[in-house]
């Protein structure tokens, strides 16, 4: 790509707001003025060259990205976390700068480097060096891009690696034939990038998702893991990813009892919930695949994966649920509140959208908000004694509106006379 069509790309606010752009140009000055070559990479590169509007803005420096750190916080404000053993920081931007509103709120800033891996599947050692080696340690082609702004060179992009071809071929390319036995996460970002972009995995590429680099996902710890499944989760197109996972082997090297993405709900994971509760991709994601396996496997799972407690008890509260709706057809709505009131809603959603039963969305929707007029202070005024019948009256009361025995207040009243 020529100079002056980067440089279009770089100044079209579609792709990059223009306070972003303010920004940069800030950052190339300062870089500049401390002769420190400077350059923004990864996906920001690759967002841009594929003319999408660009999310992450990462900084590299040849030189140290720490005392790089410093002198922008110097001259524009704002403070500094520093990295020492990684040689990187992050800047959080001041509210302006030069009078200008920024986003976004911090910035990484990293001292470019060379990694090397002592053992497959751990993380890597760093030690400062060129661009080169740099770009040389990342994942893939696409990847592998970098476009410098320091002063003169603003807009230079540097592609050692044949990143804009695959770009334009859609291929999804490691560097090298250990990548994925180095960090078999990188396995989950290959299927992440194909099925965001339409691209393919290059077939030299897929044939090095073999026995040996799947081995190595069975070292991964459960939160590295459970992090590139959150993010595939996270996705506009995530169905074809996850079955494009299982497909190629993933799950069984995750744990044994990890099966297939059930096809028949696929489509749900692509869809935003619609009713108006908490709701996270990821959680639904790992509901509609688990909620069929005995508890047994869901515990080992969610063990495996480092689940959180609280997401552990939604995914059992789903397939507990689903067990349970043969036994509660038919019954009344005071009898499915009662056994719906303790579980997560987003189980009892997701329980709804594999089974269509109909009383679960009127519990979502209507009767999960019933309450009777009357409160535990109306009862105190009438007389009652603190105790356990303060509940249960409430609870009868509350049942008597949801199964339309009692339709106005003073039903209510008359059937609290009944009770008291
Ligand atoms: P996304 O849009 O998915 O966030 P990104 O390219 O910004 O894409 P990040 O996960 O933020 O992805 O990573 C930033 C850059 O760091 C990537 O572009 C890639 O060059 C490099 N990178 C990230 N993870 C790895 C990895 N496991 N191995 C090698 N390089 C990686």
Redesign the pocket.
């Known amino acids: 790509m020529q100079k002056d069509d980067l440089l279009r790309l770089i100044h079209d606010p579609n792709l990059l707001p223009s306070d972003e752009q303010i920004l940069i140009s800030r950052i190339a000055g300062q870089a500049a003025t401390m002769d420190m070559p400077c350059y923004v990479v990864?996906?920001f590169v690759?967002d841009l060259l594929l003319g999408k509007p660009v999310?992450?803005l990462?900084v590299i420096v040849e030189g140290d990205a720490i005392k790089f750190g410093r002198s922008l916080v110097k001259k524009f404000g704002g403070k500094l976390t520093t990295h020492d053993k990684f040689h990187t920081a992050i800047w959080h931007l001041p509210s302006t700068v030069l009078g200008q509103r920024l986003q976004p709120a911090s910035l990484d800033l990293i001292t470019a480097r060379k990694e090397s891996y002592l053992m497959p599947g751990a993380l890597p050692t760093v030690t400062p060096s060129t661009i080169e080696d740099d770009l040389l340690?990342?994942?893939f082609t696409i990847?592998?891009m970098a476009i410098r702004i320091d002063g003169a060179h603003f807009g230079e992009l540097l592609d050692p690696l044949g990143g804009q071809a695959d770009l334009e071929k859609g291929m999804i390319r490691v560097l090298h034939p250990r990548s994925f036995i180095d960090?078999p996460?990188?396995i989950f970002?290959a299927i992440r990038y194909e099925g965001r972009c339409d691209f393919n995995i290059e077939p030299e590429t897929l044939a090095l998702i073999n026995s040996e680099s799947l081995d190595g996902v069975m070292r991964l710890s459960g939160e590295r893991i459970r992090h590139e499944l959150d993010l595939i989760f996270e996705e506009a197109n995530s169905s074809k990813m996850i079955q494009r996972a299982g497909n190629l082997g993933l799950f069984e090297k995750i744990h044994t009892d990890l099966p297939l993405f059930n096809p028949e709900y696929l489509d749900f994971l692509d869809m935003d919930p619609t009713l108006d509760i908490p709701a996270s991709r990821p959680a639904i994601g790992y509901m509609f695949w688990l909620m069929d396996l005995m508890e047994d496997g869901i515990m080992s799972i969610a063990e495996r994966l480092s689940f959180t407690s609280d997401l552990t008890y939604s995914v059992w509260a789903v397939s507990q649920l689903k067990k349970s709706l043969p036994f509660l057809i038919n019954s009344r709505p005071s009898v499915w509140s009662y056994a719906l009131e303790k579980l997560p809603l987003l189980s009892i959603y997701v329980v709804y959208l594999a089974s269509r039963e109909s009383a679960l969305l009127d519990y979502l929707s209507i009767w999960r908000h019933v309450k009777p007029h009357t409160t535990g202070n109306d009862l105190k005024a009438r007389g009652l004694p603190s105790g356990p019948r303060f509940g249960e009256i409430l609870a009868q009361l509350r049942a008597a509106w949801l199964d339309g025995q009692v339709k106005n207040p003073q039903e209510e009243k008359e059937l609290l006379n009944t009770l008291l």
Do not use: M, W
Request: aromatic content about 0%; hydrophobic content about 0%; charged content about 60%.
């Open positions: 990864g996906g690759r999310n992450d990462d340690r990342r994942d990847n592998c960090d996460t990188r970002r």
